[in-house]
């Protein structure tokens, strides 16, 4: 069976610092892989989506960046955290060429910029 | 643009019906979907509709109408494990999900 595991679960970052969060993907292969981001009272935005390694499509110019590295982990990293960046991060994927719309997410990353 | 409008929050008894609604404006429309959040975790999947009419999974159903960008969640015998956020979200022309702001679902005993 498929599963996807994100870390950490929560951080506590001041204004500045640099952020990584990472993500993967066990179980399957050639996963499309997504970062969204949810604020209080918000949708879910996506942030950055992959269809392959190395393939990084950004939906929101923002100072965060995404690396995919290998097939199954996905990278959400920032040089200098804004007060802003403060929410709760999720990790998901689909199977590749799936239209059904079921994405599959990690348990979140609950990151406060202080 | 895609707009999708659902209400903030509701109230409903413990083996009560709740209907949440969700309307959408898209140019291009490929499924809507429903997703439940507990507090604090990750979303799951509940259900996928991209042809008029019901779908019915046990104890929830969904419902979508194309031609008035209208589609609503149907919870039967709500149980306290449903105080939950439901998100509706569109596919849209190029397979991305947008969402809803999610409707927070409160059950009292």
């Known amino acids: 069976s498929q599963t996807i595991h994100q870390w950490p679960a929560t951080l506590v970052q001041p204004v500045g610092s640099p952020l990584s969060l990472e993500c993967t993907v066990e179980?399957?292969?050639?996963?499309?892989l997504y970062w969204y981001r949810q604020a209080a009272g918000r949708g879910l935005q996506l942030l950055f989506y992959?269809?392959?390694?190395?393939?990084i499509s950004s939906e929101v110019p923002q100072n965060l960046s995404a690396s995919r590295p290998q097939d199954r982990q996905f990278i959400l990293s920032s040089k200098k955290l804004l007060l802003s960046d403060s929410g709760f991060y999720l990790c998901?994927?689909?199977?590749?060429?799936?239209?059904?719309?079921?994405?599959?997410f990690g348990e979140g990353s609950r990151l406060t910029v202080l | 643009g895609q707009n999708i409008d659902q209400p903030t929050e509701m109230t409903a008894t413990e083996g009560a019906i709740v209907q949440i609604n969700c309307t959408y404006q898209?140019?291009?429309?490929?499924?809507l979907f429903w997703y439940q959040q507990h507090a604090g975790e990750a979303p799951t999947f509940l259900s996928y509709?991209?042809l008029d009419g019901l779908e019915e999974k046990g104890r929830f159903s969904s419902f979508l109408s194309r031609s008035k960008g209208y589609s609503y969640l149907l919870l039967k015998e709500l149980q306290m494990k449903d105080s939950a956020s439901y998100l509706c979200?569109?596919?849209?022309?190029?397979?991305?999900?947008?969402w809803g702001a999610g409707t927070k679902l409160i059950i009292k005993p």
């Open positions: 998901a994927w689909t199977r590749a060429a799936q239209h059904t719309g079921e994405l599959f």
């Open positions: 179980g399957t292969s050639n996963p499309n």
């Open positions: 992959s269809v392959g390694i190395g393939q």
């Open positions: 898209t140019s291009g429309f490929n499924g």
């Open positions: 509709n991209v």
């Open positions: 979200a569109l596919m849209d022309s190029n397979y991305q999900l947008i």
